[in-house]
């Protein structure tokens, strides 16, 4: 039985996690550590989990007692943790925030259907992020095979729900304003651009195209909904066979013959994916849940493939029915 430990336990992310964790029968949560929440009952924060757990958010962190850490903080926090913390000898961590997803610092980029061995191995993973992990899954199969466009474009419309923003209320987050709402942010410039470019460019090192890339908000709490569209010599036939050979073995990654929607992916760690031709265009679209694929569940996929054990462990969730 593993020892686990969260920093940030009050956000979206580690909600999620544990969600996740406190059902999983490999291990064992040791402390939820959140400064602002100390001495409440996990349950007022994330009341989801009324009747799983009675675990408290504690100030402190000692990590010389556990085996694994998850970092939930906001971007640029899990550096700073490590500045002022001491790591022990042997201590796991897997961060979700976006600050080593550089691969600085020894952490690996934990994208299980790019990356399973280095993961296998790593005692430090930079978990990917929401976006990154639905469009680098749209591209991977063709980065691989070289048919990337060299000197073209490759056009990317997605859409995310609220959760996607975090918990930190914001204009742009209020139910009045979200409500029956769509809007366009960070068109050609979102962060995640970084770490999707430099996947794609390991893969196919000539690949030159072009990323447009505009993400929306949408008006749901949870998911991503990504539209993919590039110039492709491939057959639609062959286009599906390349993406189902190459995912043959991630359980998590499922290529449907059918169209699809987000309601197929959202609560649950799968990324859907259906591919189809008009013209010379491919046509990729990708569903993921942003909190789970996205962010948490990949985390614990990630920490079952770092101890060793079956990496769907846990993770063997239902979407609902409506």
Known sequence: MKKIGIIGGAGYTAGELLRLL?????????????????????????GGLLGETDIVFSDSHPLEDIDILFLCS???????????????????????????????????YGLPELQFDKIAAAESVANPGCFATALQLSLLPLAKANLLPENG????????????????????????????????????????????SATLKKLQ???TATINFVPMRGDFPRGIFAVTTLDCHLTEEEASKLYKDFYQNAPFTVVSDRSIDLKQAVNTNKAIIHVEKHGKKLLVTCAIDN????????????????????????????????
Request: charged letters at 20%; proline letters at 5%; glycine letters at 8%.
């Open 22 to 46: 406190i059902n999983h029968p490999e291990v064992s949560i040791e402390f939820v550590h959140s400064s602002s929440n100390a001495g409440k009952p996990i349950t007022e924060v994330h």
């Open 291 to 322: 909190l789970l694929k996205g962010a948490s569940g990949q985390a614990v996929q990630n920490m079952n493939i770092m101890i060793g054990i079956d990496q769907t462990t846990g993770l063997h969730l239902k979407p609902s029915a409506f």
């Open 153 to 196: 474009d490759i056009n990317i419309t997605a859409l995310t729900g609220s959760t996607g923003a975090g918990v930190k209320p914001g204009a742009t987050t209020h139910f009045s304003w979200r409500n029956d709402n769509i809007s366009v942010y960070k068109p050609f410039t979102h962060q995640h651009l970084i770490e999707i």
């Open 205 to 207: 090192p000539n690949n």
């Open 74 to 108: 906001a971007h640029g926090q899990s550096k700073t943790f490590w500045e002022e913390n001491n790591r022990p000898e042997g201590l796991k961590v897997i961060d979700l925030a976006q600050d080593f997803r550089d691969e600085s610092e020894g952490y690996v």
